[in-house]
């Protein structure tokens, strides 16, 4: 009889999202038994969610790719990394021989954001090969914040987080923070410390179409999607009307005031509720709260506004971001204790990135945004005619099937006429299916690593702290970090690699190495992470496993270290409260998009809505994640009725883009004129997730645009949220139902 294995437990963090929260993982025999929440985390403090807790069914999935795969017709078949990595290179050869090296693109997904060491080298081999088409979820998220940033303040990475522990007056706009864990700064436990703010007398407000989880930690506003600019514009006009603002700090640290008043001017209470449904005499009662708390300076003062991804993916994200910069600047808040904070993590991430900034080496004039190409041009420089079309690609960590704008599967079709597609993943999703190559990665419980760049590197994090977690387990022989694989890529293509040859071979060298037989006499990944850690003045990886295993506090951040200081990198020092590129812009669409919004009121907008069992479509692939077989479309009593539908009808929803059936909920927390659906299901096609194309739902990104007219000019940001749509019930469905 065998001896039951050892159960030994472990502790680290998760990296779903960016919550990252603290975890305890009983392991035997290199598998997971129980994931349980790290009660003695400093900041997670004993929550985690069920996505965390019930990874070891991903984990040990047996969908998981073990090995690099090619496909020959429709069939898949094991090979060498030395067979994959020299046919791929020699593809990738061909290709830039023939057309330029721009004929070669990466895609970076979601997951990507939580693999630390990955960014280096994929930079530093696309660098090398001269391709500057890097795409990615980034403009599906996040990258109006980058552009705003990089205007305002001077660099992208420049990002201020909400000093929530403090704040007694937060605005929240399309965020959710409670489901979503947070993004963009680091906060889990976002309900409790949300509502913390509501028991100590504060008031935190979200604004939103969808009544959201997270409401329940303070009060719910409804907003009409894709209408919060016009919100903004008169916040930030009240505010200046009723002279709220903090006069000698914008004169001392402060520039283009002037320009920002003249912008906002005519945005009144009044004007803006005509579009966005909030009553005016609440937009006021809201500006007053906010004053009366910014003007407390007793300690328990400070007003935070906030906003996240159901702003960013509309279609004045960069607009709304610099408003809402401007209000907590021209309000006293930046920089201030209870307000919007600088954090500072191991480096300082806006001055070592501020020549990622924006560039313009697009042809049809769209930015690239920290290093982003625009991910809703994808398919037009696939399919277009230009001789440096994208015929190859590496897509790593992502499913851009599901998760990009995909009129009508427009980019199913871009796909399918890739010369080559390697898809870099733990598992063969609809982008792998369609790929020529699966390479095989590492899960983040088999990597060494701390948390998130911007939560490590930039300390966006209201309560700092570093953590650092050794792998948990030892990964399946034959799979290999995303880091590795883009050494060897770049060893077998001959690139050169970071402007110096001998650093270029000793990387090479060390890739050829580190998994073979004298790979255990090398220094790990690790190395590269104690480096980092010691060269800021912190203990090293051994010391940070061994003696904080549950994190690290740091100080808190007590502001006043941001306005003034170098910290600024704008050429002049000052706060540029009217970016030019910004102001334009709003200034150029406001009008019309307030006409288009005033003669559509009558319509449905469509919106997303994230999951607690969900992560985009990385979950979905989870027996004890996922049971449901299909998503819903969520509609107020009163559409519903007006529609003719009850719950489970089955509707058909249209847009300018394309057309989907799915059934219905009739739920209370959708505002009228809204409908919502579950974004990131739709698996009909990959042939490796066999649990998530049983249970597959349908993708609502099939309604969204893609081209020059769907994307956000300043930003390159897809716009995904507040599509207009028609619904329907769906007749033939209905009547086939009845006769049977
Ligand atoms: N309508 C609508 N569409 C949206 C959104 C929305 O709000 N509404 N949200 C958008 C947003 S914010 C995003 S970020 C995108 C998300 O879209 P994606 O970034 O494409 O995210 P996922 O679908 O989760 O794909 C992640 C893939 O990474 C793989 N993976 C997980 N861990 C690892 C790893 O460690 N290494 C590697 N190599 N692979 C790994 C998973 O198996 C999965 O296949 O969706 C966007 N789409
Ligand atoms: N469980 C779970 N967690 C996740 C993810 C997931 O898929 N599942 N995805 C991760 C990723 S990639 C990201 S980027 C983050 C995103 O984190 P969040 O931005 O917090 O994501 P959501 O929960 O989608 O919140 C967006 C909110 O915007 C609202 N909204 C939509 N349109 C509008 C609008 O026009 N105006 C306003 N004011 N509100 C609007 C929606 O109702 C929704 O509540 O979440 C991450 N965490
Ligand atoms: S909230 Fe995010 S980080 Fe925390 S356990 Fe869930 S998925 Fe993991
Ligand atoms: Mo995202």
Redesign the pocket.
Known sequence: MSAEPEVQTRITFCRI??ATCGLEVDVADNRVVDIRPDPQHVVSRGYACV?GTRWGATQHSPDRVLHPMKRIGDRWEEISWDQAIGEIAEKIRRQVDAHGPATLAHFVG?AGGAILLSPMLRTALYEGLGSRRMYG?GTC??MNKFRVNEEMYGAAMRLMYPDVERASFMLI?????A?????LYHLPRAQERLGAITKRGGRVVF????R?ETAAAGEHLF?R??T?VFFLAAFANELIQGDHIARSRIDTHMKGFDALVAAVRGWTPERQAAVTGVPAETLRELVQAHAEASARRDGSGGAALYM????N??RSGSPCFWLLEAINAISGNLDRRGGTLLGSGLIDMGEAMKELGTSFDRQDGFPTVSGLQPSGMLADDILGDAPDRVTAMIVEASNPLLACSNPDGRLDRAFESLELLVSIDLFRNEAGSLAHYVLPAQTWMERPEMPYALQSFAGACPTPYLIYADPVLEAPPDVRPEWWIYLRLADALGVPLFGKRWVSALAKTYARLCFGPLGRFLPGPEKIIDGMLKGAGFPGTKAMSREHPHGLLLPPNEGDNFLGTERVLTEDGRVDLAPRPVVEAFLETAEDLYREELETRDRLKL??????K???TASSNNPELVREKTNYAYLCPEDATRIGVRNDDPVDVRSAHGKIRIPVRISRELMPGTV?IPQ?WGHSKADGLRHATTHPGVNSNLLAGDGPDHIERLSGMSHL??ILIDVEPARDAHDERESA
């Open positions: 999202c960016e996505k979601s979820t998220d996040t706009l399309g965020a959710n923070p489901v979503s864990g947070n993004t604004l939103n179409p969808r959201v907003i999607p894709d919060d996240a991804t159901g702003v993916q509309g919106i997303g809505i994230r999951q607690i969900r992560m985009n919502a990131c949220s507040g």
